[in-house]
T-cell receptor
Framework: SQQGEEDPQALSIQEGENATMNCSYKTSINNLQWYRQNSGRGLVHLILIRSNEREKHSGRLRVTLDTSKKSSSLLITASRAADTASYFCAPGAGGGNKLTFGTGTQLKVEL | ETGVTQTPRHLVMGMTNKKSLKCEQHLGHNAMYWYKQSAKKPLELMFVYSLEERVENNSVPSRFSPECPNSSHLFLHLHTLQPEDSALYLC???????????????FGNGTRLTVT
């Protein structure tokens, strides 16, 4: 298994702005997932992108995947205060039982 | 998200106590997981169960003892813990083992454990 590394560690923006978070990983993957965690709560799955996909949308979320650079990005458009949370990426590789997470990006959306 | 329920939400225990954390999933999933989340550290995968069989034990100290009596329930038995074991303990489930890449993990809201 491998752990994704999220960047930046912390991000503070104003409501209505876009937020971009990045994820890098080291070895080949089958898919990559993004999760959100509100303070003191469990992680919530946001979106899964497969290794043969380059971009995926879900509502205000846009995820890109560049397997040649071993990186992914999560874009949240028109952010809201309710988007304040930590965001984690989880690279998924076949053959293992583990889905591991990094330390996440802490996003704060201010009014 | 109410598909995975963890109890208790908060637990304070002394180093000599014995306690158990409980996790129940109502999603009909076949795999269940325990994760530990400490401040400013990556989530640590502790244990993985598939169809009630432990398939992963991530070098976790023996003071943590998991139990999976059926595919809907997962326990983490705790004894003689250390203060550094204080953390948020998260339970998760998935339809299949994550290595098969078939869909997401569903997490509970965790148990905040404080060891005094």
């Amino acid at each position: 298994s491998q752990q994704g590394e999220e960047d930046p560690q912390a991000l503070s923006i104003q409501e209505g702005e876009n937020a971009t978070m990045n994820c890098s990983y080291k070895t080949s993957i089958n898919n990559l997932q993004w999760y959100r965690q509100n303070s003191g709560r469990g992680l919530v799955h946001l979106i899964l992108i497969r290794s043969n996909e380059r971009e995926k949308h879900s509502g205000r979320l846009r995820v890109t995947l560049d397997t040649s650079k071993k990186s992914s990005s999560l874009l949240i458009t028109a952010s809201r205060a309710a988007d304040t949370a930590s965001y984690f990426c989880a690279p998924g590789a076949g053959g293992g039982n583990k889905l591991t997470f990094g330390t996440g990006t802490q996003l704060k959306v201010e009014l | 998200e109410t598909g995975v329920t963890q109890t208790p939400r908060h637990l304070v225990m002394g180093m000599t106590n014995k306690k158990s954390l409980k996790c129940e999933q109502h999603l009909g999933h076949n795999a269940m997981y325990w994760y530990k989340q400490s401040a400013k550290k990556p989530l640590e995968l502790m244990f993985v169960y598939s169809l009630e069989e432990r398939v992963e034990n991530n070098s976790v100290p023996s003071r943590f003892s998991p139990e999976c009596p059926n595919s809907s329930h997962l326990f983490l038995h705790l004894h003689t813990l250390q203060p550094e074991d204080s953390a948020l303990y998260l339970c998760a489930s998935s339809q299949e083992l994550q290595g098969l890449g078939r869909g997401p993990l569903h997490f509970g809201n965790g148990t905040r454990l404080t060891v005094t």
